[in-house]
């Protein structure tokens, strides 16, 4: 019978990839758009000015959570303090977790409006790039879904957008 | 016809507060469940009170106010958190159990010794809670409710007592 040895996966990040990360986080912040940035929530969740940070980026990949979480709190200090939960995730682990269930999508017919400007549009405010050439813009709350609803209705109101729920 | 909102949409969003109280009849329920020898639901029930007693510990310790709401959306990212964190083991914190109850013992307990420096007595209570939910896991699943199984007075004895301990401990879970 073969003998099938698993091998141990252990990804080694060098400090060099660490500091790269964190430096293009930092620009991000700063309002700096770098190509495959990261796309950056805040959430208030309570009375008081406490936010959720959510970074959704694909670097994130090799790096464990609590990784992540350091690497966000350490980009937003001095006001680190004010975040209740620094989360990291990877657009795939955004879809599997359910952290973004809120949809903005056109609901255009093909050729009522050019889908190069729908796709524009959306990537304006945010959109993830996929690897299919399609765009997915998606929101962690209803709220802010709905403030991006509301824009891309007035600027192509042709795009007949639509906020769509993933319930798991 | 006049349109009727589904009850669920008239529910107010979970407060830390709330879900100490529903713990709290749900155990009550479970009690007289049990007096009834309905032993099952029974400890569907305090299956459930040990759940919502280990969320709330946790979303207190998180800083969250007694009447601060905790919506889905909320519940959702600090899931979507603790799946993420390992255990020394490799394994992640909580699964993808829709109640993972052992989960948020361990995410609680993770949750107070990173907001700082924890006694060794808070720290046994943690482990405590820990051992207990894994207890009542043994027997408990939310799937209980779509089966028909004799459940033995000592398989229920052990889910009771462990949620006894929760009941009379979810208070100090989140203190120093």
Redesign the interface.
Known sequence: MPVIRGQAQVSTITAEQRQEVAQQLARELAGERTPGGPVIFEIPIGPQLVIDVLVVWDAWEPFSSTDRSGMILEAYKPFAVQIAQPLGVTYHEAIEQQVLPYAVVPMARRGEIDEQDLKQAMLDEAAFALDNGKVDLRFPTMSLAEQAHKRLSDALPKGYWSIVQTIG | MRDVAPFAERLSPDTVTRLERAAHHRFASAEVLRIQERRLTALYFYGYSAEIWLCAAYYRS????PH?SIDR??R??????A????LASGATMMNSDPHPLVGWARFLEWQRSASGALGAAATQRLKEATNKAIEIYNYWRPELRYKVVEITDAQLSVVRGAATWLKDNHSKLSEA
């Open positions: 998180a800083a969250f106010g601060q959306d909320t959702q990212r600090r899931m979507a958190q799946r993420q964190l390992r």
